[in-house]
């Protein structure tokens, strides 16, 4: 059976700032389409999930190749029907664990680090499987996937980013106040904003203001653009 090299595979890069919408919107649209999902963010939760346990200490490249070749590997993810990302360690379900504000601090801080984001680079590309990827984070579409077939910048108001942020907290169990979510996250952006995190411009790129939209306007939205360049044969509505 002859497989499809990969440049000719489709990749739809979906970057963003904290609270956008990129997991949900990732998630049901992989779902959707059948293709592979992408959710770098989780890599950096699972790794600093990881030195908060005390498992590991990032200190240099030899450090990281350690941790890359024996922590994520153990690392899996699924999609729930419910549009749910489920992140699995060595079948320990750790979803909530990831969830949590000081494992998305740590994991900014992390993020921050040459070494780790270089090294997870390999890691990230190896992900584009037949028949498609859908790839989150912060840099999928200017630096993993350069040459993705779809970029989208999703951007949202901070107040709705934070409301959102809180929400999602307290589904998880966390009991945080929402004036306390506000300044983890004003932090964690100018982290981001600085850390080669740099917002995608250009011709090339969609950007979609999610602030008022659901997931299904801002998914239709989607479908249409890769619609139109050709990366699906048919025009799908976002309920497919």
Not at 15 to 24: A, E, I
Not at 87 to 110: C, F, I, K, M, P
Not at 133 to 139: H, N
């Amino acid at each position: 059976m002859n497989s499809t090299p990969h440049s000719k595979l489709p990749v739809l890069t979906i970057d963003g700032l904290s609270g956008t919408g990129k997991t949900s919107i990732t998630s049901q649209i992989a779902l959707d389409l059948g293709w592979r999902a992408l959710y770098s963010g989780l890599f950096y939760r699972y790794l600093a999930h990881c030195q908060l346990t005390g498992r590991f200490m990032v200190k240099g490249d030899t450090t990281v190749n350690h941790v890359l070749q024996l922590e994520l590997t153990n690392l899996t993810c699924r999609v729930s029907q419910s549009g749910e990302v489920i992140v699995l360690a060595a079948n320990e379900d750790l979803t909530q664990r990831l969830s949590t504000e000081e494992v998305g601090r740590t994991a900014s801080e992390l993020a921050g680090i040459t070494e780790i984001r270089e090294q997870l680079l390999a890691v990230q590309r190896s992900a584009l499987i037949a028949p498609g990827l859908v790839a989150e984070g912060r840099d999928m579409g200017r630096v993993v996937f350069p040459e993705a077939t779809l970029k989208v910048y999703l951007t949202a108001d901070e107040e709705v980013r934070v409301q959102r942020r809180y929400n999602q907290l307290n589904r998880c169990g966390n009991d945080v106040k929402i004036a306390d979510v506000a300044q983890m996250q004003s932090r964690r952006d100018v982290r981001d904003q600085q850390q080669a995190y740099q917002t995608l411009s250009g011709e090339d790129v969609l950007v979609i203001d999610t602030s008022q939209l659901s997931i299904t306007s801002v998914k239709q939205k989607i479908y249409e653009a890769l619609y139109q360049v050709k990366a699906i044969h048919k025009p799908l509505t976002s309920d497919v």
